[in-house]
């Protein structure tokens, strides 16, 4: 009796198992679904009303029931004021930085919505998050802030964690780049590095067959046998390619000592600004607050979505780009 009791347990615990995952993956799918359905979309936020709503819930916290009116009141008074004055715009922009640049595709939709409406005098904000990551990705990324420049619009850079390598190839464009006193700042330079299982494969026996038609088609290989001239071939491009990053920083930011800057090395804010990598020490958050009474800051932000067959090729894209070292900026 007890080992039947026992068998049916273990049944009916496999069963609520089965069917938990089962209601799991079926909730998963709709919301899927449901996220793969929504239309991408423009978002425009007035950083204006969300920064003095946070101030004026505080002042109403602490002031007494008749203050409190006043300032509702006067807050009316302020928007009436306001219908139909011009007053400078500033589009604010966020880039969030990964190896594969990948917040790229929303920023060039930012920068097109952003060059339809800007007029003589509108101002770019962009807060920029970004370690680096593969060369062709965040060259594209720097094009979409070229755009803003070639229109004539000034463009502000704010760095509050880290703009090096990629980030920084984009961060140079900019007329004015603020950096926080420890923000990570420069690293121009490019590095490769791939794992090589060669000799490993050989001690169990096993052949990698690798057929090219072009001299260097391949070179350096996880698998592959790496002579010399493969090395050299890679270090040749390494340098080209570095070589054109000096390029792009010197083109906008011809001040630099490129002989002490372009060394792969990275500095915190204060340090950057002493170097001439930066032009000011300072968050995104100084910025917005200090032109908040005298122009509309306006949150421009582009919502994408992916489907998770993109997402997971995206994920698995990655891994291999940080298994294989493609060369980096």
Same mark, same amino acid.
């Given at each position: 009796m007890t080992e039947a009791l026992l068998d049916y347990t273990l049944f009916l615990a496999k069963t609520f198992t089965l069917v938990a995952a089962v209601a799991f993956?079926?909730?998963?799918l709709v919301n899927l679904s449901r996220r793969t359905r929504e239309a991408e979309s423009l978002r425009v936020i007035s950083l204006n009303a969300r920064l003095r709503q946070a101030a004026d819930g505080l002042?109403?916290?602490?002031?007494?029931?008749?203050? $409190? *009116?006043?300032?509702? =009141?006067? $807050? *009316?008074?302020?928007? =009436?004021?306001?219908?139909?004055?011009?007053?400078?715009?500033?589009?604010?922009?966020?880039?969030?930085g990964d190896i594969r640049a990948s917040a790229t595709a929303s920023l060039r939709e930012e920068v097109s919505a952003v060059l339809a409406v800007a007029e003589a005098g509108d101002e770019v904000l962009l807060r920029l998050e970004n370690a680096g990551g593969l060369v062709h990705e965040h060259g594209l990324a720097a094009s979409q802030l070229v755009r803003i420049k070639e229109r004539g619009i000034p463009l502000t850079v704010a760095v509050d964690k880290v703009s090096a390598s990629g980030g920084y190839l984009m961060a140079c464009v900019a007329d004015r780049i603020v950096?926080?006193?420890?923000?990570?700042?420069?690293?121009?330079?490019?590095?490769?590095?791939?794992?090589?299982?060669?000799?490993?494969?050989?001690?169990?026996?096993v052949t990698v067959e690798q057929v090219k038609a072009g001299r260097y088609k391949r070179t350096v290989s996880m698998f592959g046998e790496v002579t010399e001239e493969d090395r050299a071939k890679l270090r040749e491009e390494l340098e080209d390619i570095h070589a054109l990053f000096q390029a792009m920083v010197e083109k906008y930011r011809p001040a630099l000592d490129l002989g002490r800057v372009a060394t792969g090395e990275y500095w915190y804010g204060t340090r950057a600004l002493e170097l001439g990598l930066v032009d000011a020490l300072g968050t995104s958050d100084d910025l917005l607050t200090a032109r908040l009474e005298e122009a509309d800051l306006w949150k421009v932000e582009w919502r994408g979505h992916r489907r998770l067959v993109e997402k997971l090729a995206a994920a698995m894209e990655e891994g291999r780009a940080r298994l294989m070292g493609r060369s980096w900026p």
């Open positions: 993956l079926a909730v998963v002042r109403q916290a602490l002031l007494s029931k008749e203050a $409190r *009116k006043r300032l509702v =009141k006067q $807050r *009316k008074q302020e928007a =009436k004021a306001a219908e139909g004055r011009k007053r400078q715009r500033v589009f604010v922009l966020d880039f969030r950096a926080a006193p420890f923000a990570i700042v420069g690293s121009i330079g490019v590095l490769a590095q791939v794992p090589n299982f060669r000799r490993l494969l050989d001690e169990r026996g």
